[in-house]
């Protein structure tokens, strides 16, 4: 009997230790899925989806919060920025810049090891963060370091892309900035490297700070100045150098502002570039310009052509070409007659993305020019293969005549000759300059020699007193 009742309560005793373990085992689990769910929380905070690389607000709250571990003291900050990226995203999708992005990151971790720590900030934004630098002029060395890293392609599902990076650094050596100031110090830098011709990288420093406050309040201006018409196209006569006439014309925009005064393209053209008020903009200079035009052969002026500055943000929009199309074919003007100038920096690096509009414009009879050649980096064998009728030789070029270096005038002349491609000297100021031009056959010519860009009326002026 006793023996049975030990049986049973050894049973219950048993019984009774399995539901514990059964519920500590549960229990067990529960925690472990409430600490998965915590860390994947964690993760989605602090770590970037695409690249799994930490972000803004792990730089932000973890840093901020172990300043021991994160001295900001020789700090050293890269903040980086991939040229043209929101055009690979927009022809190539999601999928595509997804893959694209985890790449970048990879090779950024890969270049700036062991000493940089790399934050994945924005959609094609990145951070590298370089702590204990004592040694001035870290960033530059690393900057280097990236951007030569970066001339090697990406092969992204079976596409070989080519990248450049725009970056800003900040030392904080000589100034008080805590992390936030020093991201958007580094982000102002970043901004001048891309304005100042993309694919390098700029310093910040107290001057640039200046310059940014000037571009936000032309950038402030310029927004109302279309609605207030305050612009206005000035066009620069381009002579026929072998019939002494005046062959056409580039139209130059002029912008005037009761507060600011009269502002050169070089200062607002960068502004309306990045803030995309170019693309309204540029529509209305190709309007002008070419009802100008049509006035003008409605005078009995002509045969005439007009060379339209265009910017590579105009050409990437997608209905650039029917624009201009319906630009033309409303004015009845034959596309023979407009010229659209690229500079020459501008559609190097980005060729792959505009070639097939160039190729459709060009197609459709409409002439394309590379302006300001020689400022740039395009080899001349690379001539050949791109869909350009002229070539405009920078004012740099033109003030090579008269020195030792004429020579390679003249073989980029002879070229064109060979390639069949017009040529514009640009900047022509001296009569020396126009003999030299005349002798070695280049087309045509436009500088202050002949004329400055001259309003409308000016054009209409010099057209009756100089017959064509
Ligand atoms: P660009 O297209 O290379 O235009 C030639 C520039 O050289 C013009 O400056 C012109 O006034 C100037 N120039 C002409 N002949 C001489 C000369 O003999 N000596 C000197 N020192 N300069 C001469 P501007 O009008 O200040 O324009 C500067 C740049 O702004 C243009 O360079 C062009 O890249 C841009 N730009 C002007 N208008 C437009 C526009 O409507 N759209 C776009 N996207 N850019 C424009
Ligand atoms: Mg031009
Ligand atoms: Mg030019």
């Not at 006793?2 to 009774?16: E, G, P, Q, V």
Request: aromatic letters at 8%.
């Amino acid at each position: 009997m006793l023996n049975m009742n030990t049986a049973k309560w050894d049973s219950i005793h048993i019984l009774f230790l399995l539901v514990i373990v059964m519920l500590l085992t549960v229990l067990a689990w529960i925690t472990a899925k409430l600490c998965k769910l915590k860390q994947k929380n964690t993760q989605l905070t602090l770590y970037s989806k695409q690249t799994s690389l930490p972000n803004k607000n792990f730089l932000l709250q973890i840093i901020e919060k172990n300043p021991n571990r994160y001295p900001v003291e020789n700090m050293t900050l890269l903040y980086i920025d991939v040229d043209h990226f929101k055009s690979i995203n927009e022809l190539k999708g999601f999928d595509f810049s997804d893959l694209l992005l985890s790449g970048i990151s990879e090779r950024l971790v890969a270049l700036t090891k062991p000493k940089g720590q790399v934050f994945h900030i924005g959609q094609d934004e990145f951070l590298v963060l370089f702590t204990n630098t004592t040694h001035r002029g870290i960033g530059e060395i690393m900057a280097t370091n990236i951007l030569a890293g970066f001339k090697d392609s990406f092969e992204i599902a079976e596409n070989t892309i080519y990248l450049n990076l725009s970056i800003g650094i900040v030392e904080h050596g000589s100034s008080n900035m805590d992390i936030p100031q020093m991201i958007s110090a580094g982000e102002a830098a970043m901004y001048r490297a891309k304005q100042t011709g993309k694919g390098r990288y700029v310093v910040f420093n107290q001057s640039l700070f200046q310059a940014i406050k000037n571009e936000t309040l032309i950038q402030n201006h310029l927004r109302q100045a279309i609605e207030q018409d305050e612009f206005e196209v000035y066009y620069q006569p381009q002579l026929d150098l072998a019939f002494d006439r005046i062959d056409g014309f580039e139209a130059l925009l002029r912008w005037t502002n009761k507060e600011l005064g009269s502002i050169p393209p070089n200062q607002f053209i960068k502004v309306a570039e990045t803030t995309h008020l170019i693309v309204p903009l540029g529509n209305w200079v190709l309007r002008k310009a070419c009802a100008f035009l049509k006035k003008l052969e409605t005078m009995g002026y002509g045969p005439l052509n007009m060379s339209i500055n265009v910017s590579v943000v105009q050409l990437m929009q997608a209905d650039f070409v029917s624009t201009v199309q319906e630009t033309l074919e409303f004015l009845e003007l034959a596309p023979e007659h407009l010229e659209l100038e690229i500079t020459e920096s501008m559609l190097m690096e980005t060729l792959h993305l505009v070639l097939p509009k160039l190729e459709q414009l060009k197609e459709y009879g409409v002439r394309i020019a590379l302006d300001d050649f020689g400022t740039g980096y395009s080899s001349l064998s690379y001539l050949s293969q791109m869909p350009i009728s002229t070539l405009k030789l920078d004012k740099s070029f033109t003030d090579k005549i008269g020195t030792n270096q004429e020579g390679l005038i003249e073989s980029i002349l002879y070229l064109c000759k060979r390639l069949d491609l017009s040529t514009v000297a640009e900047g022509v100021e001296k009569n020396y300059q126009l003999s030299y031009l005349k002798k070695q056959e280049c087309q045509k010519m436009q500088g202050f020699l002949f004329s400055k860009p001259l309003p409308e009326q000016g054009i209409i002026d010099l057209l009756k007193s100089a017959p064509t």
